[in-house]
């Protein structure tokens, strides 16, 4: 699994968006599913609405449904707290603590985002991210 942030599954899905391609060509050289959080997932289904409406949500809910993305959030919440004060100055919005306390409780250092922010984002022991594409 891939953790993923909104940014990909908006630009895997709306052929507007201007790294849609990018994305796409990354997306071939990953395996098995795309693994993010709720809080990317909303802020995914929101900028979808936004830019396609219905149609738009729901390639993202076919996406869920086939298995091609898989949904889970951190089992300690009040780790993504913790984290958005230590990254105030950024902010750090939710969406993105949750995807960095998931990262951290199973041991994920690479993530499929367009986010600059992840890296400055760092793991236990000071380790930096791989970012996608």
Avoid: N
């Avoid at 929101?46 to 396609?52: K, N």
């Avoid at 409406?53 to 076919?62: D, K, N, P, S, T």
């Avoid at 780790?79 to 998931?102: K, T």
């Amino acid at each position: 699994m891939i953790l993923t942030d909104a940014g990909p599954l908006v630009a895997l899905l709306d052929r507007g968006e201007p790294d849609h391609g990018r994305c796409q060509e990354a997306l071939t050289r990953l395996r098995g599913p795309l693994l993010t959080t709720w809080p990317a997932f909303t802020e995914a289904m929101y900028l979808l609405g936004e830019a396609g409406g219905w149609r738009a949500q729901e390639a993202l809910w076919r996406l869920l449904r086939r298995g091609d993305l898989v949904v889970e959030m951190p089992r300690q919440l009040e780790r993504m707290a913790s984290l958005m004060s230590q990254y105030r100055s950024l902010p750090m919005d939710l969406a993105d603590a949750s995807l960095v306390a998931l990262a951290e409780e199973r041991g994920l250092t690479t993530v499929f985002t367009l986010d600059h922010d992840f890296y400055v984002y760092r793991l236990p022991r000071g380790k930096a991210f791989t970012l996608i594409p």
